[in-house]
C-alpha cells in the first residue's frame, strides 16, 4: 500500500506515520527526517539543506525529489511505504506522478490531518522544548506554516480532483486519531 500523509507542520503525521510502519510493515519514508539525517551525516546534500531548512523555507524540488526516489527503491520499500513531507508543493506532486509512472507504482491513499492552527502552533512550541530542532523557534514555525498555507495545502486540492484524498480529523489522542486512520484503510 502507497500512502502520502497530508497536513501542517504539527499536524501529527510523523506520529501517525510511525504507528502505520508498525501496523502495516511499510517503511515511514519522511523527507524531513532523511533531510535531517544527511545533516547530521554532514553529507553534501546535508550541507546544501540546512540554510534553507533553518529558515523554514522547502528545500529545492530536484534535490529532494532525486533523495526521494533513491529511498523508495530501497528493498524494504517494494511493498509499499508512507509518504510524510512529500509532496510539500504541486511540482513535486506532478513529479512523483511521473516517477510512480516510471517505477509502475500507485499511489493508494492521500490522508489530510486536519488541526486547528492554534493547536499545531502549542503542539510545535511543547516539541522545540523537548527535541530542540532548529526550526522550531516561533519565527521559524510561523513561516513553515506560511509556507505550507500557500505551498502545501494546493496539493490537497491536487488529490481531491483525483478523488484520492481522505480528510482525517486531528483532535483528540493519538490512539482517536490513528482509529479513524485504519477505519479509512479498512484494517
Ligand atoms: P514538519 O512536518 O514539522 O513541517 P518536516 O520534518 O517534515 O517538518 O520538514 C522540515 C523541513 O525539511 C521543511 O521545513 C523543509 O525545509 C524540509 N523539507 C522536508 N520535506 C521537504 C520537501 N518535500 N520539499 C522541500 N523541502 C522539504
Known sequence: MRIVLLGAPGSGKGTQAKLLEEKLNIPHVSTGDLFRAAIANKTPLGLAAKEV??????????????????????????????????????????????????LDMALDHALLIQVDPDEVVARIAKRAEIEGRTDDTEEVVRNRLNVYAEQTAPVADYYKKQDIVTEILGKGSIEDVQARIQAILRF
Do not use: W, Y
Open 53 to 102: 531548512m533553518d529558515r523554514g523555507d522547502l528545500v529545492a524540488d530536484e534535490i529532494t525529489l532525486g533523495m526521494l526516489k533513491e529511498r523508495i527503491t530501497q528493498a524494504d520499500a517494494s511493498n509499499g511505504f508512507i509518504l510524510d513531507g512529500f509532496p510539500r508543493n504541486l511540482a513535486q506532486a506532478e513529479m512523483l506522478e511521473t516517477l510512480f509512472k516510471e
